[in-house]
């Protein structure tokens, strides 16, 4: 089994549209249920009904890493909370996003130094490459769609001020997400959260 996917490339945080489905989950949908209340009810509000699936798809993917305690600090949590729950689960649902954050961002704060670079990337995905030799196949075009949503996503999550800045401005973790993570012996997501790898 492949250890990195291109999966992430469908979106960032999506934090509106991770609530509704985070509400949705906690319904316990059957199949018909989700599918009705994504292409019919159009609950995420997309235009077409092949972009409410993808991006619920990828969603489900994410939240599906948690239990109910943890759609439950996405559905209704404060924001911070929400959107620092969501960043645990997307660590957890893509390695790629996990390891950019463990081996660059940390690294980075390590040497104390302030800014990622576009540099990083290469060096980061080659070290990959070396990881897992499949995804060398990944499109160029695909591999700037990767490099486009974590850069996305690390901003979202504030540990960017911008994708134009690269400057790294990691918050504090949320004590309500700290407890969460602990309570699920999440260790490896917690302490690439508090950037501790």
């Known amino acids: 089994m492949s250890l990195y996917n291109a999966q992430i490339s469908a979106g960032s945080l999506m934090l509106p549209e991770s609530r509704r489905i985070a509400r949705l989950l906690l319904t316990h949908p059957d199949r018909k249920m989700w599918t009705a209340a994504i292409e019919h009810d159009n609950v995420l509000q997309k235009k077409s009904p092949a972009t409410a699936r993808r991006q619920a798809e990828l969603i489900r993917k994410r939240l599906d890493t948690l239990d109910e305690t943890g759609w439950t600090l996405i559905a209704e949590g404060e924001h911070e909370v929400a959107l620092q729950t969501l960043l645990a689960a997307a660590i ?3 390695r ?3 390891d950019f954050i463990r081996d660059v961002v940390a690294g980075h704060l390590r040497r104390l130094e302030t800014k ?3 540099q990083d990337w290469d060096a980061f995905f080659a070290e990959c490459i ?3 030799p499949g995804i060398a196949e990944l499109a160029a075009s695909t ?3 990767l490099l486009e949503v974590i850069l996305r996503i690390l901003v979202e999550a504030k ?3 911008s994708r134009r800045s690269l400057r790294l401005t990691p ?3 949320h004590p309500d997400v700290q407890r969460y993570l602990r309570a699920r012996s999440d260790a490896a997501v917690l302490a690439a959260m508090e950037l501790k790898q």
């Open 171 to 173: 918050p504090l973790l």
């Open 143 to 145: 591999q700037a769609k």
């Open 92 to 94: 957890k649902h893509s």
């Open 116 to 118: 990622l670079s576009p």
């Open 159 to 161: 540990f960017l001020a």
């Open 96 to 98: 790629l996003l996990a």
């Open 130 to 132: 070396q990881r897992d």
